[in-house]
């Protein structure tokens, strides 16, 4: 009903503006005054945590493109070797776990069969598994032998958007507690990422007040066959998610693609007023990547794209090669997926509703996926 909708049209639409709330209360209570870490409902003890010296996430769909975040979070700031796999390729190559190693499974749901069966086989090899997940009680919670919820509350839209911020946020804390309690990293950068993480809500709730720009492009983009999204680093699993969404929402042909890649064969694909989606890290920090990625920008609109380009404010590198340009807040590297999803989510939502689509629920999904 219109109530249950909070007024929006759809769910999702309801679920988008939900962020801000949602990503602030997977944070609440797990940071202290200090800026460390408590999170004590993770029952997998520090000394076993200590021990770790692999991390292996399983996740499917978008669960899986915040675990490609994930790892990179983990890897950065824990220096622990962490892989992140599709659920459902997992257990059928009999992957190499043991006690020490930590896999961490993320499903909205908790009832993804591909998840599930990957983490039964994480167990039966005697791995500890951690849930990521945002359903009290479900099976992959009750299974695994710790869980740290999302607290995005229930998400309707099968199209997931609250949901995969939430999982982000949970995985950085993860990260970030790996690296508290084996004392890796835990200087002035973590820090200032903690510090950040806790105000990034506010963040959140910016982006989403700048979206009507979007929401045209999208409108205007309507009738286009197809839209690519490019991005590097953490940019990369955000195209990735970009495209997913396009794909369920809008039934468009859309790809992902790691910028890096393109004159390795995508590059084939541009032609003239096609519309690519470009995702551009910092320049500070990684900034040889946002150099490259602004050369890649150059490459694709000298051979006729229409660049829409999500970049920092203040980010001046990439206006001449902008066709449009979609501004989100400057954060720390490993924390703008965060902002930089939203546009996305908002650009899908839109242009399903403008090609006549059924938003909640596209057609051939279902919310969760419980069989093979
Ligand atoms: C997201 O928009 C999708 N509907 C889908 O990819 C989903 O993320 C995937 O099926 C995993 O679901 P889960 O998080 O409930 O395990």
Known sequence: SAAEKGGYDYFMLKEIAEQPKAVADTLLGRIDAGGALTLDELRIPDSVLREVDKVVVVACGTAFHAGMIAKLAVEHWTRIPCETELASEFRYRDPILDARTLVIAISQSGETMDTLMALRHAREQGAKVLAVCNTNGSTIAREADAVLYTHAGPEVAVA???????????????????????GAKWGDEVRGVVRELSEISGEVERVLETMEPVRELARSLAEKRTVLFLGRHVGYPVALEGALKLKELAYMHAEG????????GPIALIENDLPVVVVVPSPRGRSVLHDKIVSNIQEIRARGARTIVIAEEGDEAVVPYADHLIR????????????????LQVFACELATARGNEVDQPRNLAKSVTVE
């Open 160 to 182: 997931s958007t609250k949901a995969f911020l939430t999982q982000l946020v949970a995985c950085y804390l993860v990260a970030l507690y790996l690296a508290q309690v084996r």
């Open 257 to 264: 693609f790691a910028a890096g890649e393109l004159k390795h």
């Open 328 to 343: 989100i807040p400057a954060t720390p590297t490993l924390l703008q997926p965060l902002v930089s999803t939203v546009p």
